[in-house]
């Protein structure tokens, strides 16, 4: 067998044997696979068996809890108000309509399509299109009810769920703790209720988490790459070079415009979505440095300057505002869009650029000076500081039933009620977690904590640039995979490293198993309070465990 690497490839003996990459399981011929008397070739492919087995499992798992009952409640939930009714009207026009008063367009008559009061004039919306058309193809199969607007947001929630499993794997080199990651994931309180509703942000957090595992792959290719570039030696270790590490290219990179292009996918969703997009760039620039220093370049920084981040600009930067462009297809084809025509008979300095995309530009000036100065008091607005630790959640569905009404039998009367709140025990925890993986990445330069925490910054901090307009705890689902990502790592740490002694592994990972478990039984005792069930008032009081998630 090939030995490793400092790069973590497996090294080349001959300059044509291609290079590849460790497999995030544990390689044929250690204890595991001996102990299990698999032959190498048996091994790997029992090894690569699993690392899709696992993780298909988590998904089915957090798919059958998503899709149960899924039209429950039978009603407009939030915000559902407007994108189900946005999304209805892409599929009717490709571009947003304009709906009459709630009291007249809401669940009595939307049952009934053939009397939908839809009219053509184009609306002002405060969000680009893309979100409506990810819950548009629902409503095209079930059509204009719960579950059609619902079920294209429960597809991504079950298949983020599997994609946050296979990127932990990649990541920690470990099919456990990724598959510990997606449970993680399937069991939060906030991800789940997102996953149920028509809301736009578990879309935003679907694009962002597959960008983030694009880069992933992107950076063990550029890494192989320059591992194939460097001579070996006589023991088969690449060896460090400083003039292959300085002029080596590294061509075109799919995954990394594939990430672009997702991207772009999010912030064409809410435009929180281009702050990822800033940080996951200066992310890669800064892995690009580590490669190459690692392969030996004198000057890392200015052998990526000069060989890498033009092509990683244009994979990211233009790519994300094309496919963000796309997204307004319907606006551009259409004639009667909010603004379309805004700038057909105005003149003046830029009267050289066309009319559309002038009031395409003036149509963004407008939604974006909504955005910023939305200042409407809403009882369930928190600030940033308190979301990590679940301050202030959104109740976004809740009726009282009395007895003998709506399957309630309680005397005093009953609660149905959708909180949007994460998981308590997994959320305290990740702030645990997370302050581990600061010292991960400060103290031990952990690359694997420092894009984790890249990813939480890059969806939480921008928010207390706008701690005085009125936002939502619920924003922080775009980060969510992230958290359950730190979490993972800490139990990982938890169960102590590979070469520890047997009696420091018991007690690790008894006590990583405890957390789980926890975590596990803590989503389970809510799931009646994120689902809109009938409960007892008493039951539903007694998990309102502070006055402020009431």
């Known amino acids: 067998m090939r030995r490793l690497h400092r790069f973590g490839y497996t090294a080349p003996r001959r300059p044509d044997t291609r290079v ?48 149960w009952h ?46 939908i009061p839809l009219s053509d004039t184009g609306a002002f919306l405060a969000h680009p299109p893309m979100g409506k058309w990810m819950i548009a193809p629902g409503e095209w199969i079930f059509g204009l009810n719960p579950l059609g607007w619902r079920f294209m947001a429960a597809v991504v929630g079950t298949l983020s769920v599997l994609m ?21 994931m399937a069991v939060d309180g906030l991800q789940y209720v997102m996953s149920r509703v028509a809301l736009l942000d578990i879309f935003v957090m679907f694009f962002v988490l597959a960008a983030f595992g694009c880069l992933l792959v992107d950076r063990d290719r550029a890494r192989a790459g320059f591992a194939a570039a460097l001579p070996v030696d006589e023991a088969g270790f690449a060896r460090p070079d400083p003039t292959t590490a300085g002029r080596t290219g590294t ?27 800033v940080f996951f760039a200066v992310l890669t620039v800064l892995w690009d440095v580590g490669s190459r220093r690692l392969a030996g370049a004198r000057r890392p920084y200015l052998a990526v300057l000069r060989k890498d981040l033009g092509w990683s600009a244009l994979s990211l930067v233009p790519t994300a505002a094309a496919t963000y462009l796309a997204t307004w297809t319907g606006w551009f084809a259409s004639d009667k869009a909010y603004g379309r025509h805004w700038a057909d008979d105005r003149g003046g300095t830029w009267s050289w650029i066309p009319a559309t995309i002038r009031s395409f530009w003036h149509y963004e000036y407008q939604v974006y000076q909504f955005n910023v100065g939305l200042h409407s008091p809403h009882r369930y607005q928190s600030n940033p500081w308190s979301w990590l630790v679940l301050g ?59 894009a984790v925490l890249c990813a939480v910054a890059a969806g939480y901090l921008p928010w ?17 995979p992230f958290v359950c990502l730190a979490v993972a790592m800490t139990v990982g740490a938890m169960a ?48 309102m465990w502070f006055n402020a998630w009431i």
């Not at 296979?166 to 990724?178: D, E, H, Q």
């Not at 075109?252 to 702050?275: D, E, H, S, V």
């Not at 609660?415 to 991960?440: F, I, K």
């Open 70 to 115: 899924l039209a429950h409640p039978h009603d407009l939930v939030f915000d559902e108000t407007y994108y189900a009714k946005d999304a209805w009207s892409l599929l009717t026009f490709g571009y947003e309509g304009t709906w009459p008063d709630r009291t007249v367009a809401d669940p009595q008559v939307l049952g009934t399509p053939q009397v």
């Open 164 to 184: 946050l499993c296979r990127i932990g794997r990649r990541l920690f080199r470990s099919t456990a703790l990724g598959c510990l990651a997606g449970t993680l």
């Open 20 to 67: 590849r990459l460790v497999p995030p399981f544990p390689e044929p011929g250690t204890r595991l696979w001996d102990a299990l008397g698999l032959s190498p070739a048996t091994a790997l492919r029992a090894a690569r068996c699993t690392g899709w087995l696992g993780p298909v499992l988590v998904a089915v798992f957090a798919g059958v809890i998503r899709f």
């Open 464 to 480: 207390f640039h706008y701690q005085d307009r009125t936002i939502f705890s619920f924003y922080a689902v775009a980060f969510v």
């Open 496 to 543: 102590g490293p590979p070469g520890a002694g047997r009696t420091r592994r018991i007690r690790g990972v008894s006590a990583a198993g405890v957390l789980v478990l926890l975590i596990i039984a803590n989503f389970v005792y809510f799931l009646p309070i994120y689902t809109g069930d009938t409960i007892p008032y008493s039951a539903w009081y007694s998990r």
């Open 251 to 277: 061509g075109l990179r799919p995954w990394r415009i594939a990430a672009g292009i997702l991207l772009g996918l999010a912030a064409a969703t809410k435009w929180n979505g281009l702050y990822f997009l």
């Open 392 to 450: 202030r959640p959104v109740l976004q569905y809740y009726q009282s039933p009395k007895a003998g009404a709506q399957g309630c039998h309680a005397p005093a009367g009953c609660v149905q009620s959708v909180l949007a709140l994460g998981t308590p025990l997994l959320w305290w925890s990740g702030c645990c977690a997370l302050a581990y993986l600061l010292y991960r990445w400060a103290l031990r330069r952990d690359w694997r904590a420092g």
